[in-house]
């Protein structure tokens, strides 16, 4: 157990390294980082005293030890556009970003796994049928355009909800949230709605193969002979085994999640990272971009690192392949 | 020549298979059909376009924000309505739909080539560059595709070019995962030992020997592809970080009309999307066809 952790903590920190390499040879070795990292209307004096300080006079692999250096003091440059330090920046907005995540993770949850279910349970039934068509949409649908659907038909043709922002902040438990109030609620539901859709159709499909799956096995015929009521088989039994594969998938899903937010935030203009990462590239402002790809591709990897860890107690055979 | 003991035989042609399996089914016959019709529409939209969008002799700007079905003051008339600056969408998206198809195909035809190429070589050689390659596409597939390609254009900036690198980052992982997958199992079988055997070259035993027994999974899989490219490219022009203006894909009309929309002028944004949605689902009913229809497990 303890040296697949390890190993998986060794390949962690390579994709990291790795990373920051990518990121590093993008913004710093390519083109003219003097142009990208001051302002364009800077003095040649300031010039000088940019490429001095910011050590471009040295050698390259210095430059990148540097740059990792100052990433590990948690020094990502400063902001062109707010004048504040990128960290910083990211920090303030990440919390509408995960609010509205986790808010979409539960809807996916809590629409997804009835509908597989239902759909399951029942298999080439009509309801199947159409959950499943309906799920194919929810795939190939890009979700941009579902955003904009939910938009044209939400807000504009019927007026119900608001399209954009994050309505009037409230507190629970010290946490600033949108759910506090039902003017941020109402905020809420088309956003969260939009970045659940494609996990609910995934959802859906894992629970509905899962049910079909497990159905025909052994000890489900034995928890029927043992008399139990079919909604005690369905809930219990078959349920909890099938939720190991999916809480996974939601694990993993959650870092893609925080990605594809960047979409839902635009048509929504949610004040979260999404739409800062966007609003910087193309102001080009290279500092906040460095910020947000390592701040994301690093929680990325230790979500992926926990949910692997998490599995393998769960699973031993996932332990047991690893270790061959 | 090559001997033709060395052919694999008693198989039809791929595409004889493939078209027959579309065939075989109504909707992806009707949408085989759809796709073809737009594919035409598409290529030759500087011919039967109604007005070429892009050049302001031809737009009237009086004719701006026309609902569907209007007739414009010179008599022009717009099916699909008009969009700001008065241009006729139906045009504009016969245009759109040429920038949008030919960022799919060429991200495609890269991402097939790349693919398959390291794909094969991964299985053909073993050892450490199979190890080599697997790791790369494990690497590439753990990360969600819209992070790399935010990741790459954000470090390379907007334009053509640079979108589709940025997809075929994302996108060769697929191939030579599927590639390599079937050219294991191919690599074992005899006539790859008679090639070798016959002292082929690496580069002939590959390309002539291994590479055409490895064909079906990539010719299902640039089908997806080209779809999920194309999808992929909308997303990333509607967030304003795709293609430039000078050169408005499907994705950047959506992008444009959705500032209207707002105002209710719905159509300047829905029509470009609509087409977009039949494109790419059309390309998945296709393509699910013809996995199929290759596929030999479901053969009888």
């Known amino acids: 157990m303890t040296s697949f952790i390890i190993r998986r903590l060794c390949q962690s920190i390579v994709i990291l390294i790795l990373t920051s390499l990518i990121v590093f040879a993008g913004v710093y070795a390519i083109g003219d980082p003097i142009q990208i990292l001051i302002p364009a209307d800077a003095t040649q004096a300031e010039i000088a005293q940019a490429v001095h300080s910011l050590g471009l006079d040295q050698p390259l692999y210095r430059q990148y030890l540097q740059f990792v250096s ?7 440059g400063t902001s062109f556009v707010f004048n504040q330090p990128a960290i910083q920046l990211i920090l303030q907005r990440l919390p509408a970003t995960l609010e509205l995540v986790c808010i979409a993770v539960v809807l996916a949850l809590i629409i997804g796994l009835p509908l597989g279910l239902a759909a399951g349970l029942r298999p080439d039934s009509a309801l199947d049928r159409g959950i499943m068509t309906g799920s194919i949409l929810g795939f190939s649908l890009p979700s941009f355009w579902q ?30 949230t949108s759910l ?26 894992l629970t509905r193969s899962g049910v079909r799956e497990t159905m025909p096995l ?10 139990l009521r079919e909604s005690r088989v369905v809930y219990v039994h078959v349920l909890k ?35 800062l990462i966007i609003d910087s590239i193309m102001k080009l402002d290279r500092p906040v971009v460095v910020a947000y790809l390592l701040i994301v591709v690093t929680m990325f990897i230790l979500l992926n690192l926990l949910v692997d860890i998490v599995y393998s107690f769960l699973d031993p055979r996932v332990r047991l392949g690893a270790a061959e | 020549m090559k001997p033709a003991f060395l052919k694999n035989p008693g198989r039809e042609t791929t595409f004889g298979q493939a078209l027959q399996g579309v065939l075989d089914s109504r909707p992806a016959t009707v949408a085989a059909i759809a796709l073809l019709a737009l594919v035409l529409a598409a290529v030759l939209a500087p011919w039967i376009a109604p007005q070429n969008p892009y050049d302001l002799a031809s737009i009237t700007i009086l004719d701006g924000r026309m609902p569907p079905g209007s007739t414009g003051i010179y008599g022009d008339y717009y099916i699909l309505g008009t969009d700001v600056q008065g241009r006729d969408m139906l045009s504009a998206m016969m245009y759109g739909l040429r920038t949008s198809l030919s960022v799919g195909v060429l991200t495609g035809l890269f991402a097939m080539s790349v693919g398959t190429t390291l794909g094969l ?20 597939l753990g990360f969600p595709a819209i992070l790399v390609a935010l990741m790459m254009l954000a470090v390379l900036g907007q334009g053509l070019d640079k979108v589709i690198l940025a997809l075929v980052a994302v996108q060769w992982a697929y191939f030579a995962r599927a590639v390599r997958a079937t050219a294991v199992v191919e690599r074992r079988k005899e006539y790859m030992e008679a090639a070798l055997c016959l002292g082929l070259s690496h580069r002939r035993a590959l390309f002539s020997q291994l590479l055409p027994n490895c064909v079906p999974p990539v010719i299902v899989l640039a089908m997806i592809q080209i779809a999920n490219a194309i999808a992929a490219e909308a997303t990333l022009s509607f967030l304003g970080i795709g293609l430039p203006v000078t050169q408005p894909s499907l994705g950047l009309l959506i992008a444009n009309g959705y500032q209207q929309m707002l105002a209710g002028l719905y159509w300047i944004s829905v029509f470009p999307g609509v087409l977009l949605l039949i494109v790419v689902f059309a390309m998945n009913i296709v393509g699910d066809r013809i996995r199929d229809a290759l596929n030999p497990r479901l053969q009888k």
Do not use: Q
């Not at chain 1, 044209?152 to 009037?168: A, M, N």
């Not at chain 1, 109030?181 to 709605?193: E, F, N, Q, V, Y």
């Not at chain 1, 190991?244 to 990272?273: C, L």
């Open chain 1, 70 to 76: 100052h990433t590990l003091h948690g020094d990502l």
């Open chain 1, 147 to 176: 955003g904009i659907m939910l938009v044209l038909i939400f807000s504009v043709t019927l007026g119900w909800l608001p399209s954009s922002g994050r309505g009037t902040l409230g507190t629970i438990l010290g946490i600033h």
């Open chain 1, 180 to 205: 506090a109030t039902w003017d941020g609620i109402r905020h809420l539901i088309l956003p969260a709605l939009n970045l659940a859709l494609f996990k609910i159709a995934l959802i859906t499909r």
């Open chain 1, 218 to 227: 052994d000890y489900v015929k034995f928890a029927r002979a043992k008399g």
């Open chain 1, 241 to 275: 085994n099938i939720l190991i594969p999916i809480v996974t998938v939601v694990g993993m899903e959650f870092g893609s999640m925080i990605a594809f937010a960047t979409v839902t935030e635009t048509i929504f203009a949610w004040p979260g990272v999404g739409k």
């Open chain 2, 121 to 140: 070589c991964a299985a053909y050689f073993g050892g450490r560059v199979d190890t080599l390659v697997m790791r790369l596409v494990d690497l590439m």
